[in-house]
């Protein structure tokens, strides 16, 4: 892609999301932006995960996911869940098991547990789309966006 698509798709305005996946006995978190509440009704949610991350295998085998709407002091949250070793993701922070098996994250600022319902190839992501089942409010605090982080992702790999 043309440097100038880069950043012109550069100035559009994501929030940044830990999404949380599990199946058998791995559960793993990782940072997500290219999100979308797609319907009412029924609630669903989409998300675009590229197919080397480790998360879409979770997700694919569990058929659920699980996102997050971080708070804006929880940007250290993008170092822990970029790192490669995926049992360091989940260690020493809050979490519990949601309905789906997926890790829910205790300090965030909502979350949404979704049930998989379709899967689409329209590039080089798969678009996961998800029906929530669960979600809660867990604080007002203002969110973390794209605003706030230095850089951007453009979805290369
Ligand atoms: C701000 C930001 C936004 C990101 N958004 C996405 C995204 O929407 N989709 C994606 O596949 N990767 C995205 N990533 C990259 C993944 O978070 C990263 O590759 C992560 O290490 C994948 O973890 P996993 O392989 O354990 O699933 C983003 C990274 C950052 C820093």
Redesign the pocket.
Known sequence: MQEEWIKALGTMT?G??A?T?AHAKQA????????SQLSYDPPLIA????P???????IQKSESFALHVLKKDQKNL?TR????D?DA?LKGIGWQKGKTGCPILTDCAAWFECKLTDRIQPGN?TLFIGEIIDAVLVSEDAVLT?HD?R???I?KA
Do not use: D
């Open positions: 994501y940044i999301y999404l996946s793993n978190a990782m940072i997500a932006s290219w999100v998300v675009a995960v590229h080397s991350r480790f998360s879409h295998v979770l993008v869940f970029m790192e490669p995926l993701k992501h794209t982080y850089g951007q992702y979805g």
